[in-house]
């Protein structure tokens, strides 16, 4: 029975050695350039800055579109219906975007005590943060 535990704390590791891929490699040195708590902060901000690009994009795209759509119908009611609905639903996807930004600004707030924390992380360094 013994026996297992003995196995495991023998070994180095049970799983092997995994390398990270790249890109986890600059998050891991801004973490331990700031103490090791501003690499996971680091990847949400630009998770949501990509998001939102992306957000800003179909939502432009769907206006177009929208517009196309309008343009072409010819009076037809049913297009003019299918175009008010991806018009408001482009209003409803900037919403969330611009909602996204607001829960970042207060969770920022809440947990961290500055807005600008999770949208926009300071690294500080061994010699304190740049001013």
């Known amino acids: 029975m ?4 003995q196995a495991i704390a023998a070994t180095n590791s049970v799983f092997g050695e ?16 700031a103490g090791g708590s501003i690499g996971l902060i680091l990847f949400l901000s630009n ?10 994009i179909f939502v432009m795209a769907n206006i177009l579109y929208a517009g196309w759509t309008y343009i072409s119908s ?21 919403a ?15 947990f961290f005590g500055d807005a600008t924390f999770i949208l926009n992380p ?3 360094g061994p010699e304190g943060c740049p001013t």
């Open 2 to 5: 013994s026996f297992i535990p």
């Open 18 to 33: 995994v390398s990270p891929p790249p890109g986890v490699a600059d998050y891991d040195s801004a973490a331990e350039a």
């Open 47 to 56: 998770i949501i800055r990509v998001v939102t690009i992306a957000g800003g």
């Open 74 to 94: 010819s009076g037809d009611a049913s297009a003019h219906e299918k175009v008010a609905n991806n018009v408001t639903f482009s209003v409803i996807g900037l």
């Open 96 to 110: 969330i975007i611009v909602a996204s930004y607001t829960a970042a600004a207060l969770a920022g707030v809440i």
């Open 122 to 124: 300071t690294i500080c």
